[in-house]
């Protein structure tokens, strides 16, 4: 504000111009918070710091009163009522994981609402290579470990050098963001020991997961491989029960039964046609059980990452890289690879470095379609993408299939989507239903 002869500028309550005293009402000032006062149809006060020759003061004027409007309404007791913060949904959350953002609901305020037919391109562009890039990690995956042209009998090794990859990513792309701040939004990663520790207990879960995901697909069929890994959902309603004293309501109970029923049919029908493997369905039920640990653990260990994904990504990798070395040597892998025919080919590498690839891309674009999507999205997308895959297997090994064995793959998939539909529906009851001390307020009108 302008001051004359060094004196201090009148405040509030202090005599002002003449115009101010007589009660003259000014137009709002310019710039944005001008235009909040115009849109609400509020000018500024006389005497609230509004004077002739400040500009400035004027526009102070204006917002003491546009934030006197923000808290005008009052309960009955007179006090103002709180303005209260819409939820956040579960994708923003999620975002707010992988980003290691604090509050993105802010920044999605801010912008405008996209076209329809821009927003359903992104949405189909990102669908699409979440399916692609999930097929082909299986397809790659199944040719590395169970290949007759590869000859490779070393699915330890081949976890090991994917959960590197992985890491050395993860550092790649955090060093760049550091380097190029405006590029790119990845966190800050920096291997602690403390940290690596407190993360170890979910890094065996990790490893158990990951590497009988690949046993099952090393001694399965990918046509068979969702079916041998299907009672995950199960296993998720079992453990939340066990570990979490959580209940599960009777739909959703019904849907696990049709998905156990598919899982039995599929497995009897696979023995029908003497293409059965009890290895790689014991290691499918395996893996499906260290799917379900590892997103309980999961959420007691984000609070030592900072609730980043991807940190917990990169220490879980480390952590994996780690652990795998005593298994190479127990299991005599180290050996084998090195009586490999085709260590020294570029081809071999470049396959290897590929599933490693995936395996990174899979993380981000899983993010990815729940951000633009929904997680219920997500997982209708997902079980679709299980139905294709299932599909593509079939036609490109040209295998034939009976009746009862789709019956049993449409089980599996149709319980897992009606599943994800009762969740759904059971959580946005619950966040419609008004919480029991709400009702108590509005009814003694406190």
Not at 45 to 58: E, V
């Amino acid at each position: 504000m302008e001051t004359r002869g060094g004196s201090f500028p009148r405040l509030a309550g202090n005599p002002g111009p003449r115009s101010a005293r007589a009660g003259v009402v000014r137009p709002p000032p310019r710039g944005p918070r001008g235009a909040q006062a115009a849109e609400a149809g509020l000018a500024p006060t006389p005497g609230a710091g509004s004077r002739k020759s400040s500009p400035g003061g004027a526009a102070l004027g204006a917002v003491l009163q546009v934030r006197r409007c923000r808290c005008s309404a009052r309960e009955p007791g007179g006090r103002p009522v709180p303005r209260r913060r819409a939820p956040l949904k579960r994708s923003r959350i999620l975002h707010m994981a992988l980003m290691g953002a604090s509050d993105p609901l802010g920044e999605a305020e801010a912008i405008k609402e996209k076209p329809f037919l821009l927003r359903a391109l992104q949405i189909t562009l990102v669908v699409s290579l979440y399916w692609v890039t999930s097929i082909s990690m299986v397809f790659l995956n199944k040719y590395l470990l169970d290949s007759p042209s590869l000859q490779l009998d070393t699915p330890i090794f081949v976890t090991f050098y994917q959960c590197l990859v992985t890491t050395l990513l993860c550092k790649s792309l955090s060093t760049l963001a550091a380097f190029c701040p405006g590029a790119m939004d990845f966190p800050t990663l920096r291997l602690d020991l403390r940290v690596a520790r407190s993360v170890l207990p979910l890094s065996v879960v990790f490893i158990g997961m990951i590497t009988f995901n690949n046993l099952c697909l090393k001694y399965v069929g990918v046509a068979f491989y969702n079916v041998g890994r299907s009672l995950t959902t199960v296993f998720n309603v079992l453990l939340s029960y066990l570990l979490l004293k959580q209940t599960t309501s009777f739909y959703a109970l019904l849907t696990c039964g049709i998905i156990i029923g598919g899982f039995w049919l599929g497995v009897d029908q696979e023995g029908a046609e003497g293409t059965l493997s009890w290895t790689g369905t014991l290691f499918g039920v395996l893996a499906s059980l260290c799917v379900s640990l590892n997103a309980i653990y999961t959420k007691k260990v984000l609070p030592a990452v900072d609730g980043s994904i991807w940190r917990l990504t990169f220490y879980n990798n480390v952590n994996a890289c780690v652990l795998f070395l005593p298994l190479l040597l127990l299991l005599g892998e180290l050996q084998t690879l090195l009586n490999f025919s085709q260590l020294g080919s570029t081809h071999f590498w470049g396959m290897m470095t590929l599933g490693g690839l995936f395996g990174f891309a899979i993380g981000y674009v899983t993010g990815l379609q729940i951000k633009f999507t929904s997680p219920l999205t997500h997982n209708v997308s997902g079980t679709a993408k299980a139905c294709a895959q299932t599909v593509l297997a079939v036609l490109y090994y040209e295998e034939t299939k009976s009746f009862l064995w789709w019956t049993s793959n449409m089980m599996v998939l149709g319980g897992s989507s009606a599943y994800t539909w009762v969740r759904g529906w059971e959580m946005k009851k619950i966040q419609e239903e008004p919480s029991p001390k709400e009702d108590e307020k509005s009814s003694m009108g406190v």
